[in-house]
């Protein structure tokens, strides 16, 4: 079993910055990979980023490239994303995830959730 807890989430106007955070503790071996989801109101939920167990590999959704970086500190069992450049368009609820490979995140195949973080951008 893994608990996720996330956090960083808020308010900004758009072209402004947020950093999430996304600390996993249990059994996190089984389940190296992690990721960032989102999922807008009325929308299904969609992959934004994964990271590999080492941190060596990433994959990103076409929409947030070159805008969203994702990061880890396995010495914390963390997760990063930083967001920049953000637009009304990434307004969401995040959510982090762990799964077997960023391959199998970016196709929504997870085995644990965190509870999610608002985050909201102003026009």
């Known amino acids: 079993q893994v608990e996720l807890i996330e956090s960083g989430g808020g308010l900004v106007q758009a072209g402004g910055s947020l950093r999430l955070s996304c600390t996993a503790s249990?059994?996190?071996?089984?389940?190296?990979?992690m990721g960032w989801f989102r999922q807008a109101p009325g929308k299904e939920r969609e992959f934004v980023a994964g990271?590999?167990?080492?941190?060596?590999?990433?994959k990103y959704a076409d929409s947030v490239k070159g805008r969203f970086t994702i990061s880890r500190d396995n010495a914390k069992n963390t997760v990063y994303l930083q967001m920049n450049s953000l637009n009304p368009e990434d307004t969401a609820v995040y959510y982090c995830?762990?799964?077997?490979?960023?391959?199998?995140?970016?196709?929504?195949?997870?085995?644990?959730w965190g509870q999610g973080t608002q985050v909201t951008v102003s026009s």
């Open positions: 990271v590999s167990g080492r941190g060596s590999s990433t």
């Open positions: 249990g059994r996190t071996f089984s389940s190296p990979a």
């Open positions: 995830a762990t799964g077997i490979s960023t391959t199998t995140l970016a196709t929504l195949q997870t085995l644990s």
